[in-house]
């Protein structure tokens, strides 16, 4: 008995697509070249079958990075913590490792389906665990908004080539300075070299986060005085 996957569409019939399809064609694209024809092409498929899924190349992009940041999201189990500490460490590590996990898609994160919005969970508990602890929803935003920031910065500063150990722009920096008349620049002179190589890093990324995490202590001290 010939298999339901041996037996192949007849000429002229559309080949069926669904949401998980059009994801996973697009996936081993390149989002930055990415068009819509090119997606149908990959897929054997009609351009007017592929619209009727997906609107345009935008709404496209947001879906596939959408699935992909939602994904890693969901690859952590998470579970809320109540500590405003470990609600924040939790939400900024959750984050960079969706970006990193992400990849290429990464800058084009955006949501279109309330499925998309499970990603936004860690980011929910800890803004409650900020305003629970004392800050202002407004405050609690900033906080997240800044640590979503720092978050996606060093996910992409480990993701930069670094074959010599060193930032891309160091090079140009050093050569830069070289050019400064020797009385300007003294402290960056030394730093240059010593730091680059831990963007990205573990360290780098829980300084930052220390650096936070003091701020809101005092933000919260000076609230309660």
Not at 7 to 21: L, S
Not at 194 to 215: C, D, K, P, W, Y
Request: hydrophobic residues 40%; glycine residues 6%.
């Amino acid at each position: 008995m010939t298999s339901v996957e041996s037996v192949k569409p007849r000429r002229g019939r559309p080949r069926r697509i669904d949401r998980e399809r059009i994801i996973e064609a697009a996936k081993v694209l390149d989002p930055e070249t990415l068009t819509m024809q090119a997606l149908a092409e990959e897929m054997g498929v009609d351009r007017k079958t592929l619209h009727y899924h997906v609107d345009n190349r935008e709404s496209l992009l947001k879906m596939v990075a959408a699935d992909a940041f939602r994904e890693a999201v969901g690859s952590h189990h998470f579970i809320p913590e109540k500590d405003w500490r470990k609600a924040i460490r939790s939400f900024a590590h959750i984050t960079r490792d969706a970006v990193m996990a992400a990849g290429a898609w990464a800058s084009f994160v955006g949501y279109e389906t309330e499925e998309d919005l499970e990603a936004l969970r860690p980011a929910e508990a800890a803004a409650e665990a900020l305003v629970a602890a004392g800050l202002s929803e407004a405050d609690a935003g900033r906080v997240i908004a800044m640590l979503a920031g720092l978050a996606f910065t060093s996910a992409t500063d480990r993701s930069i080539p670094k074959p010599t150990g060193r930032h891309p722009q160091e090079p140009v920096l050093e050569h830069l300075l070289e050019k400064a008349p020797t009385e300007e620049f003294t402290l960056l002179r030394k730093l240059v070299g010593g730091r680059s190589s831990e963007l990205g890093t573990e360290e780098q990324f829980a300084f930052n986060l220390e650096i936070v995490s003091l701020g809101i202590e005092r933000m919260l001290e000076t609230k309660q005085s």
